[in-house]
C-alpha cells in the first residue's frame, strides 16, 4: 500500500524560504520519477518539480530558478527547497508520480501560506 507524507509546510513572508519533505512507502522508489504538486484555492492542482530516479530535474516557470527538488533513495523521501517565495506561492503542496503514473492517492499535503 503507498503512503505518501508531506510535512515541512507553513507561513512565511514574502522573499522567505522553505523546504517540504515527502515520505514514501510503498512503492520501488529508486525507479520512479517524483513530483511535487501544488493546490491554490480555486485552481486545479498543478505539478511544479519533478526529478527522475538518477536526479534530473524538471520546473514549471512559475518556481524556476526559485525552488530546486531533490530527493534521497536511501531513505525514500522527496524535498523541495523553496527560496524567494512570493504570495502566488501560496497553496497546498503534495507529492506524488507525474503524468501518466500518477497515483490516485494522495496524502494530505502540507500548507504553505506566504503573506505579503
Known amino acids: 500500500q503507498v503512503h505518501l507524507v508531506e510535512s515541512g509546510g507553513g507561513l512565511v513572508q514574502a522573499g522567505g524560504s522553505l523546504r517540504l519533505s515527502c515520505a514514501v512507502s510503498?512503492?520501488?522508489?529508486?525507479?520512479?520519477?517524483m513530483g511535487w504538486y501544488r493546490q491554490a484555492p480555486g485552481k486545479q492542482r498543478e505539478l511544479v518539480a519533478a526529478?527522475?530516479?538518477?536526479?534530473?530535474?524538471n520546473y514549471a516557470d512559475s518556481v524556476k530558478g526559485r525552488f530546486t527538488i531533490s530527493r534521497d533513495n536511501g531513505a525514500n523521501t522527496v524535498s523541495l527547497e523553496m527560496n524567494s517565495l512570493k504570495p502566488e506561492d501560496t497553496a497546498i503542496y503534495y507529492c506524488?508520480?507525474?503524468?501518466?503514473?500518477?497515483?490516485?492517492?494522495w496524502g494530505r499535503g502540507t500548507q504553505v501560506t506566504v503573506s505579503s
Open positions: 506524488n508520480l507525474p503524468p501518466p503514473n500518477t497515483l490516485d492517492y
Open positions: 510503498g512503492i520501488i522508489f529508486r525507479f520512479y520519477t
Open positions: 526529478i527522475t530516479g538518477d536526479g534530473n530535474t
